[in-house]
């Protein structure tokens, strides 16, 4: 049997890449059955755009890809916790698992801060598996933030 492909690492490898380009490096996969339909990075920089983070890409690319306007099929990795713009729309996908790297203390909506998934407000709660490669997601922001404080 084939090994499964570490989705994670996929996003790490993108979200290096956006910070190499400028932008913060965060990126998004949504994978259905084993497969990736959508990956993409943080491009707030590039497009203009405060809400252009990569989940928001993601769910967009992965949503126009499957021609509907619900994902309860598929997984979305993310290189760090999501906001609470990301959160609402994450909900509204209906994504069925979420993972993530790194916490974000300061602006993540998961696990952290507004706690969105926990609200009574909130109709649909994703699965959530955090931590995975964690440190290195955490080292890959800490390395793009380093030079700019």
Do not use: W
């Not at 994450?90 to 993972?99: D, F, G, Q």
């Amino acid at each position: 049997m084939p090994a499964r492909p570490d989705f994670m690492q996929m996003a790490l490898d993108l979200a290096r890449n956006a910070g190499e380009a400028g932008e913060v490096p965060v990126a998004a996969l949504v994978v259905r059955n084993g497969n990736v339909i959508a990956a993409c990075p943080n491009r707030m920089r590039e497009l203009g755009d405060p809400t252009a983070h990569a989940e928001m890409l993601a769910l967009r690319e992965a949503l126009a890809a499957g021609g509907g306007s619900k994902l309860d099929d598929c997984d979305l990795y993310v290189t760090l916790e999501p906001c609470t713009m990301c959160a609402g729309a994450i909900a509204h996908a209906r994504i069925r698992r979420l993972y993530y790297a790194a916490r974000d203390p300061k602006a993540g909506a998961v696990e952290s801060g507004v706690r969105f998934f926990d609200q009574p407000t909130c109709h649909h709660r994703p699965e959530v598996i955090s931590g995975i490669r964690e440190a290195e997601a955490a080292e890959l922001l800490r390395a793009f933030f380093l030079p700019k404080r």
